[in-house]
């Protein structure tokens, strides 16, 4: 049975924030130190947040590595876009996730990556709810949105030749054992629901309606705080006028479908409105979450930047095969350019988040960011061991800078599940078990 801290009420927690407001909008603003609802608030007081961010069919082995610590700690090339981040990141070694053994390959592998439950075969589907699930659970009223579930890839249907529901491929976050949360593929539709954009609205600027609050605010702050300001009505409007291009690709899309009696979510990209470079699309949804974390719409969000058995195409990268095919060939040059560019997803939102002030720190320094895979290796669908990637220090209650490594530990004190109870615990949500783990990750 599990036992949370008592959760403020959405109003007490609204108390401590400053809003602009406008027609048929509140915006949450970042940290600012002249205005009193913020500035006088001690640094403990600043949200823990938490995001997951998966990577589907395994690493480049070979070059996921990392050793020594801080800013002399070394990384292997899968990991080099975080070498400006090595102060603030984790990298894990040796945990793994006890029920996607021995289970065949792909579905039963990756259905329970945040759960760590056994999953059944069959029609029927059932796991477990997710970290990201339980953490809205108990701390998600405290926000507009209890969390963001996120993709860059449509679901797919259907079954494995394992028996295993492809389901179990497409999503990584789950409110019941039976149910995953639906997930959001269309950067706009994303926008929109961070600022409750409906309608009309949505034809509306958010920066417009709040004008004339905004402007006023501007008169009474710190000039320091003015050009936090500016930057951040700017990081804003910049993302909007990105969503608002994809919402005229997504409604374009919409009519196809109607016209060819067809679903969309059927229709490959780009005609299913997606974007066609999904450069631009993951990092749209990169910048979607840091304004729900940087404007407390949300502290939970999970990103599913490629599914399981994935069909993505990397030209850009002259990657010739897809994805999952790629996977197969894990030790090429060709896919270490692919795990690095997958680890740049991870290294440009913990960034964003590290840019923003917050208190007397960063944002990034009030939350964990989780970057992982079901596989360690695609090859050999090898999934003895998880590559993970923490970044973030959870207001100091996760220290950074360190490579932490249990593959030698036994099985009993590698558990993925006993991550996810230490981290649990950080952000004030005590439970005895979660999956296959009932104690903690020892020297976390």
Request: overall charge neutral; glycine content about 10%.
């Amino acid at each position: 049975m599990g036992r949370s801290e008592q959760a403020p009420s959405r109003a007490s927690q609204a108390s401590r924030r400053a809003f602009l407001r406008g027609v048929g909008v509140t915006m949450a603003l970042p940290w600012l130190e002249s205005v009193p609802v913020w500035g006088a608030a001690p640094s403990s007081a600043c949200p823990k947040r938490f995001a997951a961010l998966f990577m589907g069919c395994g690493v480049n082995p070979t070059n996921w590595w990392a050793k020594g610590s801080g800013s002399e700690m070394e990384l292997g090339r899968c990991l080099e876009p975080l070498a400006p981040l090595k102060a603030k990141i984790n990298v894990v070694n040796g945990l793994f996730n006890k029920h996607a053994l021995g289970v065949g390959i792909h579905p039963g592998q990756t259905g329970n990556i945040l759960s760590g439950a056994a999953l059944q075969k069959g029609a029927e589907l059932k796991g477990g709810i997710s970290v990201d699930q339980m953490l809205a659970k108990h701390i998600g009223e405290q926000t507009v949105q209890p969390s963001m579930v996120l993709g860059c890839e449509q679901p797919i249907t259907g079954y494995h030749e394992t028996n295993f529901s492809m389901a179990y491929s497409s999503h990584i976050s789950w409110q019941t054992a039976t149910s995953p949360v639906p997930m959001e593929v269309y950067p706009s539709l994303a926008f929109d629901s961070l600022f409750d954009n409906r309608g009309s609205k949505r034809n509306q600027s958010i920066l417009d309606r709040v004008q004339e609050e905004a402007v006023g605010l501007s008169r009474t702050v710190s000039a320091g705080d003015r050009a936090k300001l500016d930057e951040y009505l700017t990081s804003v409007r910049e993302v909007e006028k990105r969503a608002a291009s994809m919402r005229r690709d997504k409604e374009s899309a919409d009519e196809r479908a109607r016209d060819r009696g067809q679903p969309v979510v059927m229709m490959p990209r780009p005609d299913n409105g997606l974007p066609e470079d999904i450069r631009e699309h993951m990092r749209l949804m990169c910048d979607i979450i840091a304004l729900g974390f940087q404007t407390d719409k949300t502290r939970i969000a999970t990103l599913l930047l490629c599914r399981d058995i994935s069909g993505l195409f990397y030209p850009f990268l002259d990657v010739r095969s897809a994805h999952h095919s790629a996977s197969h060939d894990d030790r090429s040059e060709s896919y270490v350019r692919v795990t690095q560019y997958y680890v740049q997803q991870l290294a440009y939102l913990a960034s964003r988040l590290d840019a923003m002030s917050e208190g007397e720190g960063t944002v990034l320094d009030n939350t964990c960011l989780l970057f992982t895979n079901s596989l360690w290796s695609g090859s050999k669908h090898d999934a003895t061991k998880v590559p993970l990637v923490l970044a973030g220090g959870l207001g100091g209650t996760l220290e950074t800078g360190r490579v932490l490594d249990y593959a030698e530990k036994g099985d009993g004190n590698r558990k993925l599940c006993s991550l996810y109870l230490s981290l649990m615990d950080r952000m004030g949500v005590t439970v005895d078990r979660f999956g296959d783990a009932e104690t903690r990750l020892a020297a976390l």
